[in-house]
């Protein structure tokens, strides 16, 4: 019997199995709204924040979306915040919009109709980002630790070879 080859296959099935358990709990991730979350818009201010008086209008305060000197973009509400976001869209100074991945963006009323329709096209759009930044973690889970078993197997191995005597070599 062959140590290597028998090893290989040994690392082959470990790698299996945990490729399985891994993907069982990436799916039971999924199942649970994985993508699932609240989103805010981040304006993009005129001035700094510590220069801007924000009881003035939003137009005078921020770029409208898509006129601003960044690209656009979107930031999870903790929720910590959640309560008072929701009582927000209650007194109608925010909007809430859901969305079909189960992720909902809060809005400014303040933005124009169409600024907001703006705001939550460019925020569907970006969804495929948003799942890559959640997925990468579950990647390198998957890929991480078969690689290093391995890594540590090989250069085991190696070590060992060295410790054999040569043939035709006098000891």
Known sequence: MSWGRG??????????????????????????????????YVMQLRT??????????????????????????????????LADWNSRVSDRNMVKMDFPDRTALYLSAQWSEADQTQLSRMFWEGRWWRYADRLWPWAIRAVAPPLVLLSLWMAVGWVLRGFRARPGAAG
Do not use: C
């Open 48 to 81: 700094q924040p510590w220069e801007t008086d924000f009881n003035h209008p939003i137009y005078e305060i921020a770029h409208p979306p898509g006129q601003g000197p960044f690209p656009e973009k979107f930031m999870p509400v903790d929720w910590q915040h």
């Open 7 to 40: 090893l290989f296959r040994l690392w082959v099935f470990v790698s299996a199995l945990w490729l399985v358990t891994v993907g069982v709990s990436l799916a039971l991730e999924l199942k649970e709204g994985m993508f699932a979350g609240n989103y805010q």
